[in-house]
């Protein structure tokens, strides 16, 4: 063969071999950002419901093929992290009145994605069974039934000065007795078994609403203020870089039952990773519904 004829040919297959291991490269980078695509981490606050949606989410990404990564923290930086990218999203927003502070100085910076969890309350329960007792102003008729006091929790609790509020707004002939939260469900667990009268401090969602049947009284003079809701939020920029992951998260939305079922579970001793696995699998539709796989 001609010495001129060798020389293209090994030119050709030079080129052919520098454009194979550019494509190789290529293919290898892809696959890395596609890994990168897979991961994402969850800020949360350690509150039993947001223990529960968050280790839900958790087991239904790990379902799409997601590295997941969840992270505890305070409201304050649940808040600068999602601000500063630390964690692409949170189920833990309680708006508008919990967190307001909060959502007034970060509100600009981060995305709000869809509410997951409507209509949350504070307020004082009683068991269904006291069905003369439907709102905070039918208490003071029905002192002799409940001794005049009101079972608490911890006395720094928000929801106990809310108590001390409606004290003074209904003027209730009651005292509040601090407790703990485990206290006061001990308290509710005696009463209920034995259809005794009982009024609690309590909000929603709480796992004593999937145990037992119970009510939030009415509450005219607004004395727990307005309903929150929970929502997801976003660090910015999320929806673009990982759009089946910003996807997922949007169409998460559930029931205070089934929130709840997920806390009673963990109330009863159940590790939360357990809990939660042991929900995503008794509810697949749910699940494809928020993977949009239906």
Known sequence: MDNKYKAVIVGILLVLSLFAAGCAQQGEEGDDGADEQKTTSIGYVMWDGEIASTNVMKEVLEQAGYDVDIIAVDAGPLYQGLADGQFDFTTSAWLPQTQANYWEQYGDQVDSVAVNLEDCRLGLAVPTYMEDINS?????????????????????????????????MYGL??????????????????????????????????????????????????????????????????????????????????????????????????????AAAKWVENNPDRVNEWLGTE
């Open 136 to 168: 905070i102003e039918d208490l003071n008729a029905n002192k002799e039934k409940f001794d005049g006091k009101i079972t608490g929790i911890d006395p720094g609790a928000g929801i106990m000065q809310n108590t001390e509020d409606a004290i003074d």
């Open 173 to 274: 002939e009651y005292d509040l007795e601090a407790s703990s939260s485990a206290g006061m469900a001990s308290a509710l667990d005696g009463a209920y078994r034995d259809e005794e009268p009982i009024v609690v401090t309590l909000w929603t969602p709480h796992w004593a609403f999937g145990r037992y049947d119970l009510k939030i009284l009415d509450d005219p003079q607004q004395a727990y203020g307005e309903a929150d809701h929970v929502e997801t939020l976003a660090r910015q920029g999320l929806e673009e870089e990982k759009p089946e992951l910003y996807a997922i998260i949007s169409r998460f939305h559930w029931t205070h039952d089934e929130i709840q079922t997920v806390m009673a579970d963990m109330e009863d001793g159940m590790d939360a990773e357990d």
